[in-house]
């Protein structure tokens, strides 16, 4: 069984579309994180949710917007896509938001603007 | 200057050595040290855990943290093929009991052992 999957694993798409990233874990977590991994692998938080409660929101456009309908889900939409949004995009889970506590990941999201 | 500093590599051993990865980091608030691992298209997944300055040892993984220098290290004895991976720090500090989760990476070293 996949403990934290997302959907789709490939997003091939134009600039300026809208496009959406699943993400699903089957844990009991309650604390979900999306990250974006740039070309150089570097890996980067953009959100986290505690019990569908936004937490960190850093420095990500407000194109971006997670939602998080319950505890299982965090979903990603972007809209107006750019050319820089390309990157992989990983969901992570974990039990409580504590640091201690450690994050799941699931396979990521290769999304390519073209 | 980025918070947290790691050799891209690529690193490439032979079977059977002994690998050394480090971090240096720059903000002292750092006081929880991981190693992840990330084997090629998968997500990266949680190899070691040290809390504060020492040592933990897992196995043929070692993993130590010097807070005074601000620098963390991996070592891999006996490495085999299937440790060819990218190996990624990560770090955090803590405040009030919780800090939601927010990990600071480096940007990961990638490993070859080969046969």
């Known amino acids: 069984d996949t403990a934290v999957s997302q959907t789709p694993k490939y997003l091939v798409t134009q600039m300026g579309n809208d496009k959406s990233i699943k993400c699903e874990q089957n844990?009991?977590?309650?604390?979900m994180y999306w990250y974006k991994q740039d070309s150089k692998k570097f890996l980067k938080i953009m959100f986290s949710?505690?019990?569908?409660?936004?937490?960190i929101n850093e420095t990500v456009p407000n194109r971006f917007s997670p939602k998080s309908p319950d505890k299982a889900h965090l979903n990603l939409h972007i809209n107006s896509l750019e050319l820089g949004d390309s990157a992989v995009y990983f969901c992570?889970?974990?039990?409580?938001?504590?640091?201690?506590?450690?994050?799941?990941f699931g396979p990521g999201t290769r999304l390519t603007v073209l | 200057q980025k918070e947290v500093e790691q050799d891209p590599g690529p690193l490439s051993v032979p079977e059977g050595a002994i690998v050394s990865l480090n971090c240096t980091y720059s903000?002292?608030?750092?006081?929880?040290f991981m190693w992840y691992r990330q084997y090629s298209r998968k997500g990266p997944e949680l190899l070691m855990y040290?809390?504060?300055?020492g040592n933990k040892e897992d196995g043929r993984f070692t993993a130590q943290v010097d807070k005074s220098s601000k620098y963390i290290s991996l070592f891999i004895r006996d490495s085999q093929p299937s440790d060819s991976a990218t190996y990624l720090c990560?770090?955090?500090?803590?405040?009030?009991?919780?800090?939601?989760?927010?990990?600071?990476f480096g940007q990961g070293t990638i490993l070859t052992v080969h046969p």
């Open positions: 844990l009991g977590h309650d604390t």
């Open positions: 990560a770090m955090a500090g803590e405040a009030g009991g919780t800090s939601y989760g927010k990990l600071t």
């Open positions: 949710y505690n019990n569908k409660e936004l937490i």
């Open positions: 040290t809390y504060s300055s």
């Open positions: 903000n002292s608030a750092f006081q929880y």
């Open positions: 992570a889970s974990s039990q409580g938001g504590s640091v201690r506590r450690t994050q799941y």
